[in-house]
């Protein structure tokens, strides 16, 4: 992908938390000297931009603390990462839509896996495959594929 989550990463979560913590310490001190309106609409700003802000972080944070990132769906794809000397790498595995919102996921099978997946997923399989958020009901491990003819 060609990301990079750098070093200064979790030092800038730290200090927008200490700000907007001090923010809604400002709105509870409006409110208590009886300025109502003032410190609700204050703090209510607050706490909806903190909120967003968490929600947007959430997998860049999860790539620092646990070094992956279960994945999201991107198209009729599960892009399943990791956060390997500061880059974020990925690979992708098929969707298949489901019905009613819901998608099973397709694992190639261990030959095809260790031919096309990038060097540092190749002898991963289980290991990745254990981590993705699906039931086991919608993991489907794929037939190996035709090799390819010699000529």
């Known amino acids: 992908m060609g990301e990079r989550i750098g070093k200064s990463f979790p030092g800038l979560i730290v200090a927008i938390t200490a700000c907007g913590v ?14 109502l309106v003032d ?3 204050l703090g209510g700003a ?7 802000y968490w929600h947007t972080t959430a997998r860049q944070r999860a790539l620092l603390r646990n070094g992956y990132y279960t994945g999201r769906r991107i198209g009729t794809n599960w892009a399943y990462e990791e956060l390997r000397e500061g880059m ?9 839509y489901a019905g009613r919102g819901e998608y099973d996921i397709h694992i190639p099978s261990e030959r095809d896996w260790r031919v096309n997946m990038p ?7 289980a290991e990745i495959v254990e981590r993705l958020p699906f039931k086991r009901s919608q993991i489907h491990f794929d037939a190996d594929t035709a090799p390819p003819a010699d000529g």
């Open 22 to 35: 001090l923010v809604i310490i400002g709105a509870l001190v409006l409110i208590s000297r009886g300025m």
């Open 39 to 41: 410190g609700v609409l």
């Open 46 to 52: 607050a706490t909806i931009l903190l909120r967003w």
């Open 88 to 96: 974020v790498v990925s690979l992708e595995l098929p969707l298949e």
């Open 119 to 125: 060097a540092w997923a190749r002898e991963r399989r």
